[in-house]
């Protein structure tokens, strides 16, 4: 069975596909590069037959190009990603036990003295990627593992996440639908490769489309409004720290320049958040400036996209929709049972979407998964007027404090919208006579003073008094792995470091 993918860009020739540092490049270009590079990685085998390949590769060409040779020979892909230090590349390699490593020769450095140390074959990329014959490949069934993605490791050591192509195949086809792709799209990719949200959401979606995907090399402000000025970008999506940086920018910018910028990214047909919640005075401010109302959406690691907002339609502040296309969702209680409309719940997502397995952890996986294939997410909502609130995941952002269950993020909303507040993270902090002692680790804006006491007051004035943080603490900055997400154990640990109780 040909995969689909390959297929369809097949079709789409001349059309162009790929714009990056390296330069710009076909659909027929993916093609080829692609096939010389998986018959290289087969090296006279009929079919790598699931054998895991990393790869350490910055968002480009090559890239693109590996992670299609990889799925062409028969292999199973694990990204590594750009960022991590030596340790956190060390577990993945020793979890994910592939047969090579592909490198970027920027990157040779940071890898080799692992891969030395486990025997591991390194392939630079300027050879993998060459110009070169196409032997014959395998026919590979979508129901094979394509994709394994580590967890964000915000609550535990990461876990590889088993994706088969077919889960691939259904959560671009769900997003196509849902947001209107079309073979016209072009698409800006600056978030890291290593997450669904860049991988699933924005490249193979375009390349599933036959639409542009352009990659530009890092993430500065100045950059990305200079893109978008250009006006031929149609899409654009990025997490709440992105938009917030492109916020700052902005208000640096000179007159005229912002008028350039708000016109550009006006011209772009749709502007989507995620991997994050959004601030509601994030989103405001945004629409302001651009006309756009950012599309909210849940999803992650385990299932790529479960909710969102309309593309047409009312977007409502603080909300993510309703459920994609191929999702069923619901809300259960503690005993697995379906809460009523306006009772909170956690999440169960099931569909064709939805990961296969934890990477060589059958324990854990069956524990996800309820008895009829129910994933348990673990994240909290609320249906409210037909649409989900997310209240937060279970583990961390969900506190039981005095006997009283609240939920971190709705304090945090209210926090984030007092003069003065850029960011904020509320955490439960174990206390002998609370159980979780509500705190908040607070970053003001640059040219802000905030002082604790009015915060507090201000707190108090629109929330239930066990919701009120007992210790608010001013930090420069939030702990954030590599998609912006805040990881809240890291926030706990401030607060247990500085002698709370």
Same mark, same amino acid.
């Given at each position: 069975?040909?995969?689909?993918?390959?297929?369809?860009?097949?079709?789409?020739?001349?059309?162009? @596909?790929?714009?990056?540092?390296?330069?710009?490049?076909?659909?027929?270009?993916?093609?080829?590069?692609?096939?010389?590079?998986?018959?290289?990685?087969?090296?006279?085998?009929?079919?790598?037959?699931?054998?895991?390949?990393?790869?350490?590769?910055?968002?480009?060409?090559?890239?693109?190009?590996?992670?299609?040779?990889?799925?062409?020979?028969?292999?199973?892909?694990?990204?590594?990603?750009?960022?991590?230090?030596?340790?956190?590349?060390?577990?993945?390699?020793?979890?994910?036990?592939?047969?090579?490593?592909?490198?970027?020769?920027?990157?040779?450095?940071?890898?080799?003295?692992?891969?030395?140390?486990?025997?591991?074959?390194?392939?630079?990329?300027?050879?993998?990627?060459?110009?070169?014959? &196409?032997?014959?490949?395998?026919?590979?069934?979508?129901?094979?593992?394509?994709?394994?993605?580590?967890?964000?490791?915000?609550?535990?050591?990461?876990?590889?996440?088993?994706?088969?192509?077919?889960?691939?195949?259904?959560?671009?086809? =769900?997003?196509?639908?849902?947001?209107?792709?079309?073979?016209?799209?072009?698409?800006?990719?600056?978030?890291?490769?290593?997450?669904?949200? +860049?991988?699933?959401?924005?490249?193979?979606?375009?390349?599933?489309?036959?639409?542009?995907?352009?990659?530009?090399? %890092?993430?500065?402000?100045? $950059?990305?409004?200079?893109?978008?000025?250009?006006?031929?970008?149609?899409? *654009?999506?990025?997490?709440?720290?992105?938009?917030?940086?492109?916020?700052?920018?902005? /208000?640096?910018?000179?007159?005229?320049? %912002?008028?350039?910028?708000?016109?550009?990214?006006?011209?772009?047909?749709?502007?989507?958040?995620? =991997?994050?919640?959004?601030?509601?005075?994030?989103?405001? %401010?945004?629409?302001?400036?651009?006309?756009?109302?950012?599309?909210?959406?849940?999803?992650?690691?385990?299932?790529?996209?479960?909710?969102?907002?309309?593309? $047409?339609?009312?977007?409502?502040?603080?909300?993510?929709?309703?459920?994609?296309?191929? &999702?069923?969702?619901?809300?259960? /209680?503690? #005993?697995?049972?379906?809460?009523?409309?306006?009772?909170? +719940?956690?999440?169960?997502?099931?569909?064709?979407?939805?990961? =296969?397995?934890?990477?060589?952890?059958?324990? #854990?996986?069956?524990?996800?998964?309820?008895? $009829?294939?129910?994933?348990?997410?673990?994240?909290?909502?609320?249906?409210?007027?037909?649409?989900?609130?997310?209240?937060? %995941? @279970?583990?961390?952002?969900?506190?039981?404090?005095?006997? #009283?269950?609240?939920?971190?993020?709705?304090?945090?909303?209210?926090?984030?919208?007092?003069?003065?507040?850029? $960011?904020?993270?509320?955490?439960?902090?174990?206390?002998? @006579?609370?159980?979780?002692?509500?705190?908040?680790?607070?970053?003001?804006?640059?040219?802000?003073?905030?002082?604790?006491?009015?915060?507090?007051?201000?707190?108090?004035?629109?929330?239930?008094? *066990?919701?009120?943080?007992? /210790?608010?603490?001013?930090?420069? /900055?939030?702990?954030?792995?590599? &998609?912006?997400?805040?990881?809240?154990?890291?926030?706990?640990?401030?607060?247990?470091? #500085?002698?709370?109780?």
């Amino acid at each position: 069975m040909s995969l689909e993918l390959v297929s369809r860009a097949e079709s789409f020739g001349a059309d162009l @596909a790929i714009i990056a540092p390296g330069g710009v490049f076909t659909y027929d270009d993916l093609i080829g590069a692609s096939g010389a590079a998986a018959t290289r990685l087969l090296a006279g085998r009929d079919d790598l037959e699931g054998e895991r390949v990393c790869y350490l590769v910055p968002p480009g060409w090559a890239y693109v190009a590996t992670q299609w040779a990889v799925w062409r020979a028969g292999g199973f892909g694990v990204p590594l990603a750009t960022s991590h230090p030596a340790a956190e590349l060390a577990h993945v390699l020793d979890d994910a036990r592939p047969e090579a490593i592909v490198v970027h020769p920027t990157l040779t450095e940071r890898i080799s003295d692992l891969a030395d140390e486990r025997r591991l074959p390194l392939l630079e990329t300027p050879a993998l990627v060459r110009p070169g014959p &196409m032997g014959a490949l395998p026919d590979v069934d979508e129901r094979r593992p394509s994709l394994m993605l580590y967890t964000s490791g915000t609550t535990g050591r990461p876990k590889g996440v088993v994706l088969s192509h077919a889960n691939i195949r259904a959560q671009v086809e =769900s997003l196509t639908s849902a947001w209107g792709w079309s073979s016209s799209d072009h698409i800006l990719l600056h978030l890291p490769l290593h997450h669904v949200h +860049g991988i699933v959401n924005i490249l193979t979606s375009a390349l599933w489309n036959g639409a542009t995907c352009e990659i530009l090399p %890092r993430f500065r402000p100045v $950059d990305v409004w200079e893109r978008l000025v250009r006006g031929d970008a149609t899409l *654009y999506m990025a997490v709440p720290t992105v938009y917030r940086r492109l916020i700052d920018a902005w /208000d640096e910018a000179p007159p005229a320049v %912002r008028r350039d910028w708000s016109a550009g990214a006006a011209a772009c047909r749709l502007m989507v958040s995620g =991997s994050a919640a959004l601030p509601v005075p994030t989103l405001e %401010r945004w629409k302001r400036i651009t006309g756009h109302t950012l599309l909210e959406r849940y999803g992650m690691t385990e299932i790529g996209m479960g909710l969102s907002n309309p593309l $047409d339609g009312h977007r409502r502040p603080g909300f993510v929709g309703t459920p994609l296309p191929g &999702m069923d969702v619901r809300l259960v /209680d503690e #005993e697995e049972r379906t809460v009523p409309a306006g009772e909170a +719940g956690e999440i169960q997502v099931r569909g064709p979407a939805v990961f =296969s397995e934890y990477w060589r952890r059958p324990e #854990e996986t069956e524990r996800a998964f309820t008895a $009829d294939g129910w994933f348990r997410t673990g994240d909290r909502a609320v249906v409210e007027e037909g649409a989900y609130r997310i209240l937060g %995941r @279970a583990s961390v952002d969900i506190l039981k404090t005095g006997g #009283e269950k609240v939920s971190a993020l709705e304090i945090e909303d209210v926090l984030r919208s007092f003069e003065g507040v850029a $960011d904020c993270a509320v955490v439960g902090v174990p206390d002998p @006579a609370w159980g979780d002692r509500v705190s908040a680790a607070v970053v003001c804006e640059p040219s802000s003073v905030v002082e604790t006491d009015e915060l507090i007051a201000f707190a108090k004035s629109r929330l239930a008094p *066990y919701k009120v943080p007992k /210790d608010i603490r001013i930090v420069g /900055d939030l702990p954030r792995n590599a &998609m912006g997400k805040v990881t809240k154990p890291a926030v706990r640990d401030l607060f247990i470091e #500085e002698g709370n109780p």
